[in-house]
């Protein structure tokens, strides 16, 4: 009898940036790729921590398309939010204020010369909220990614992903800074596990019903 294939999840956060020193994004990704229940459900990660540059960002997203997952999941941080934000839209366009951290700032507010204003999460965002919120921590659904890097690796992974066949579900998570009063790197790191086991799991379902978005 010949095995399924694996359910193939990329998982990507963030590393430092001014301001951030360090990002709980890349700890939550370091710590989901050594779970060992992924692997034993079938589920292959493919992981990254990108650095928080336009350029080098974009290439190392590419990278992990490249290995054509069912489902990518990209975790950022959002210093001010008071809860976990499943993001719903990406929009096209950068911000020509803050340099990233090779000191860049786009020299247009588009990311994608003619691309579509905005573009949508490939996948069910409520039932994604609902698996965070099962953890025991506040998550929100957001309808703004803002205009940073999260931004912009949002919508170039939502823009690729539309482009093959079968398209991934695509999914962006921010969550909050670590603090002694609010999240903990425990409370984040059970609920970005929750997000990728959910991620995987519709993929899964979307194998069995073609042309299921979740």
């Not at 994604?128 to 309808?143: C, D, F, K, N, P």
């Not at 425990?186 to 299921?212: D, F, I, N, Q």
Request: aromatic share 6%; net charge positive; charged share 20%.
């Amino acid at each position: 009898m010949v095995a399924a294939p694996p359910v193939r999840v990329a998982v990507a956060g963030f590393g430092p940036f001014p301001g951030v020193p360090k990002n709980p994004s890349a700890e939550i990704v370091r710590e989901i790729e050594k779970m060992r229940r992924f692997p034993a459900a079938n589920i292959a990660l493919d992981t990254a921590i990108f650095e928080t540059a336009y350029g080098t960002a974009g290439s190392a997203l590419e990278k992990l398309i490249a290995k054509a997952p069912d489902a990518i999941v990209l975790f950022g941080v959002a210093g001010l939010t008071k809860h976990i934000r499943v993001e719903t839209i990406a929009r096209n366009r950068a911000s020509l204020l803050h340099p990233d951290r090779a000191r860049f700032t786009p020299n247009t507010a588009k990311l994608l010369p003619g691309g579509a204003p905005l573009l949508r999460v490939r996948g069910p965002a409520i039932r994604m909220r609902a698996a965070i919120r099962a953890t025991g921590v506040r998550a929100e659904l957001s309808i703004s990614a803002g205009s940073y890097l999260c931004n912009a690796v949002f919508y170039r992974a939502l823009a690729a992903a539309a482009e093959r066949t079968p398209a991934p579900l695509t999914f962006f998570i921010h969550v909050p800074q670590v603090s002694p009063r609010g999240f903990s790197l425990a409370m984040l790191v059970r609920a970005g596990e929750a997000a990728v086991w959910t991620a995987a799991s519709e993929a899964a379902k979307s194998r069995l019903v073609p042309g299921r978005d979740g």
